[in-house]
């Protein structure tokens, strides 16, 4: 018999009233295995709800369950454990199942190996962590709200930090995830070389560097005396201006203006006059060099008592890593730091400090913040270059 | 009652419970799983399109 024969004489039956069978069979028949079925699929549904389903994969229990372990959320006082779905599975019924259907995704990456083992784990780790984020970043953080409320918690019983910076949080109801990323997990480690701060700015670098023309680091870059790179001089910090005088195969030699305390050996550079704004630091040896260095007459800054010298340097870099606009730089870093820095409060206005009073004011922040060291090094120059020293003098 | 099914009632028995088993074992799970899994695959898509859900406390 063929499909189609097959399929045309079930539909056959099932249109014709049963000789056989009574209606009474088919109802309770058909009522139980409705009640069966209604079980096993809510069954189906809690079983993948476990933790235990979760770390089934090893990719779960060798990275994440374990450092879950060493977190308040495994082990507390209060013997309340955080499970993996509580955190990461939406209760209600239509989200829950979408996130149910996402999984194919995960169990398509199962069977190609994605994560299979902890370095391709770590590297995509990032990735993950933003999704996270940013689920638990649109829905208010609800998951943990699920167990945790601001409006049951005794500020009397918090440490004063917390107190601190929760209380204006919980007016404002901004959700956990602001400042408790990390919470269950370590957080993604990032080496200087793959902030993804340097991915944007890497497709934005000047392809070739011309004599006599300006550019500015958009990393930092290691300098050296001679085009062999054998001598080191030091590094360039972000946003740092050089000249270039001539190319030299993938090295360029540039001249640098800054300034200097005259103070110690006078290592680390700064923009201008009286600005703690860093453009370089530089070897002991280099920076002693008066060859290579060369400083001119000292002048008094009032509010420090401190002597600065204006110094002109000659110097050899790689080519890569410069841009040949400084807005390229500050418009990466304006987006950066309105999105870490309005999560409590509106990002202030770049000129409502001053070059100098910026430093204390952003390390006193930062560390609520998940920017990475560059991130905070191109924040950092990018609020103090528009400082309130700046915009008074443009 | 079509003509094919009748007189042959021992027949006619066996197909019918063939048919009843598939209906309530197989095909409506399966449709009932199938329609789940698409609006879940629906939600799924418009999540990917309009980001994840928000919700106001």
Known sequence: ?394 | MPSTTSGNSVGSRRREWTTFLVLTLIVLPALAVAFVGGYGFVLWMSQVINGPPTVDF
């Open chain 1, 1 to 394: 018999m063929s499909i189609k024969s097959l399929i045309l004489s079930f539909w056959d039956t099932l249109r014709t009233p049963p000789a056989t069978i009574s209606l009474g069979v088919i109802s309770i028949g058909g009522f139980i295995t409705g009640i069966i079925f209604w079980g096993g699929f809510n069954t189906a549904l809690e079983v993948t709800n476990t933790e235990k389903f979760c770390i089934s994969c090893h990719e779960m229990a060798d990275n994440v369950y374990l450092e879950l372990q060493e977190t308040v959320h495994w082990s507390n006082r209060t013997g309340v454990r955080a499970t993996c779905p509580d955190c990461h599975v939406p209760h209600e019924w239509d989200n829950k199942i979408a996130r149910k259907m996402q999984a194919s995704k995960e169990v398509w990456g199962k069977v190609f190996g994605t994560i299979n083992t902890r370095e391709k784990f770590l590297e995509k780790r990032e990735e993950l962590a933003r999704h996270e984020w940013a689920r638990l970043e649109a829905n208010n953080s609800l998951e943990c709200r699920n167990c945790h409320d601001y409006d049951s918690m005794d500020w009397d019983a918090m440490s004063d930090e917390a107190v601190f910076y929760m209380q204006p949080a919980a007016e404002r109801n901004v959700g956990c995830i602001e400042c408790h990323k990390g919470i269950a997990h370590h957080l993604p480690e990032r080496e200087p070389g793959t902030s993804h701060i340097i991915a944007q700015l890497d497709g934005r670098a000047a392809s070739s560097l011309k004599g006599g023309e300006d550019y500015f680091a958009y990393k930092p870059v290691k300098i050296y005396e001679n085009s062999d790179m054998s001598t080191p001089a030091g590094t360039l910090n972000l946003a740092a201006k050089i000249e270039v005088t001539q190319a030299s195969g993938d090295m360029v030699e540039f001249t640098m203006t800054a300034w200097r305390k005259n103070k110690g050996y006078g290592r680390v550079l700064y923009d201008d006059f009286g600005m703690n704004t860093r453009v370089a630091v530089l070897e002991r040896e280099t920076a002693q060099d008066e060859e290579i260095v060369t400083a001119g007459t000292p002048q008094m800054d009032d509010n420090t008592g401190l002597d600065w010298s204006e110094v002109k340097l000659s110097l050899w870099a790689p080519k890569s890593g410069f841009v040949a606009d400084p807005s390229q730089l500050w418009e990466v870093a304006e987006a950066s730091y309105a999105e870490s820095c309005s999560g409590c409060h509106a990002q202030p206005d770049p000129d409502h400090f001053s070059t100098n009073a910026w430093p204390a004011l952003f390390s006193g922040m930062v560390g609520f913040t998940n920017m990475d060291p560059i991130e905070q090094e191109l924040v950092l120059t990018y609020l103090q270059n528009h400082s309130s020293d700046h915009s008074d003098a443009h």
